[in-house]
């Protein structure tokens, strides 16, 4: 497994709390990997000491494969909490100031603006922008000298859903096209859930756990749900069948086991009398799985 | 480290704070030639008694370009260079800049380098333009003491020291108010309490504020300095600037952003 981040025991000590707590991350080659936890929990500080931008009180960090993070910082853009911006400074000056330390041509500056939509703001300071544009604008910038990796703190603050919309796409086109690799805290978990390869969780600066999208939504399948034309005899036949662990509700059954028997229950209902018009998996939404998880 | 440095001189040479606390140096330096003249003008009307006269004397281009140390060049260059340096901090800029691997010390490196270079041109910028205003208002060129090279680059170094101290000072607050507050007032601070070193140790050989920069600067700036006078003046600007720079480097080591 190719790692781009591997953190091991990670732990950023304040002197009123310990923000991240022996936190062992593991983001792979080509991931978009969510970073979920409450306010507090410790994903902007973890993210900071992957950057650089504060040091760890202990633990190691590995990226792209070595400790030497100096070296490999240079392949990785960021937008970390609010944008870091010239507020006195146009959107091309403050392109052009961070190029020089990221790399970029003014022809790369040209179209990375105008890729956010920030081609057309003229002479306008960037302390005049709204809320949205100074994001795009930090995008624009974490996006310079061409990064292998992103490391991206809550990207669609601030954004209409258009917005929103535009930097989802831009993340999975980077994402598939070029082969970048991100890291991505948000509170907006459906947003999240739509293109996140593998999730973080962090709680009280605990990495609680890392999972899978695809294990994620295992997990949040908590069984068959059955609509048929007569509940009762239906619980009868699952009875039957050896199950015990489902609940009859009004217009349907939750069954909370045989997740992969639906066919053969269907079948067996089936030639028992019972007409079923609807056997599908019912899934907890993400939410409700990470609200779990953080223990709420 | 010369990338950090480009992104630096770039930002020093496209802040309009820069040329208005240049343009500000130069007006009060105008202001201050001019009120002067007014005087020597008064001085030679009838009004005025010979007595009044014989106290003024006609500057020279000389004598204004040492002047200009004394004159409120030190609180724009604190001014500035609060402006300047806490800029980073204050718009939280100096992340993007971490984030691509630089170093504290190299990221310090390059500050102090421009911080610096930005009080070099401002202090030589006015000296320059006292000497041009005293040849023009005055006409008089006039001619050089016997320590007059040696107490203007002592004069220099002592400004430098100034600007390393500001540069400190921004350093440790991060804030462009704090800093500018603390850049006029603490050293306004330091004199007054060697003043009250001076009347408690109730000497006549030994002057405390003598070797504070705001007493050395007044020093030096006299028509005949000696040359002891001079030797601790650059005395008192090197030691100034390296420990203000050293104290900048480690408290920018030490403090986390």
Known sequence: ?296 | MMNLLRLEFRRLFRAKSFYICLAISLVMIIISAATTKMLLNMASSEEFGEAFGSMLQTPTSFSLLKSTASSSLTMVLAIFLSIFVTEDYTADTIKNIYAKGHSRDSVFGAKIISAMAAGLIMILVSALFSFAAGKVMFGEVGTMGENYIGSVLAELVILLAYAALYFAIAIAFKKTGASIAVSILGPLLVGLLLSLGNAALKSDKISLTDYWLDGRLTILTQANVEGKEVLIGFIIGVVVLLVAGAVGFVVNRSSEQ
């Open chain 1, 1 to 296: 497994m190719e790692y781009v981040i591997e953190t091991r025991s990670l732990t950023k000590r304040f002197p009123s709390k310990i923000a991240v707590n022996k936190a062992d991350m593991h983001v792979e080659k080509g991931a978009i990997y969510g970073l979920i936890g409450k306010n507090g929990a410790g994903k902007t500080t973890a993210m900071k000491m992957i950057l650089g931008i504060i040091a760890p009180s202990a633990g190691e960090i590995t990226l792209f494969g070595t400790k030497e993070l100096s070296k490999v910082r240079k392949r990785i853009g960021s937008l970390i909490e609010a944008p870091g911006i010239y507020k006195n400074c146009t959107a091309e000056e403050n392109m052009k100031r961070f190029a020089i330390v990221s790399g970029g041509t003014d022809r790369e500056i040209k179209e990375l603006l105008e890729f956010v939509g920030l081609g057309n703001v003229g002479n306008k300071k960037a302390g005049a922008f709204s809320l949205g544009m100074k994001q795009r604008l930090g995008i624009a910038i974490a996006l310079l000298g061409d990064p292998e990796l992103l490391i991206l703190d809550e990207p669609i603050n601030g954004l209409d859903p258009a917005g929103i919309k535009e930097i989802r796409d831009l993340i999975l086109k980077l994402n598939k096209e070029k082969g970048v690799t991100f890291m991505i805290s948000s509170h907006l978990l459906d947003e999240l859930g739509k293109i996140a390869t593998a999730y973080g969780i962090i709680n009280d600066g605990k990495l609680i756990e890392e999972i899978s999208a695809e294990e994620l939504t295992a997990r949040c399948h908590d069984g068959l749900k059955i609509v048929a034309d007569d509940l009762e005899k239906a619980a009868s036949l699952l009875t039957q069948m050896g199950f015990s662990d489902f609940k009859a509700k009004r217009t349907s059954i939750l069954l909370r086991e045989g997740l992969d028997r639906s066919a053969e229950i269907n079948e067996f209902l089936v030639k028992n009398g019972v007409k079923v018009s609807e056997l599908s998996i019912h899934s907890n939404g993400f939410e409700e799985y990470f609200i779990k998880r953080l223990g709420h």
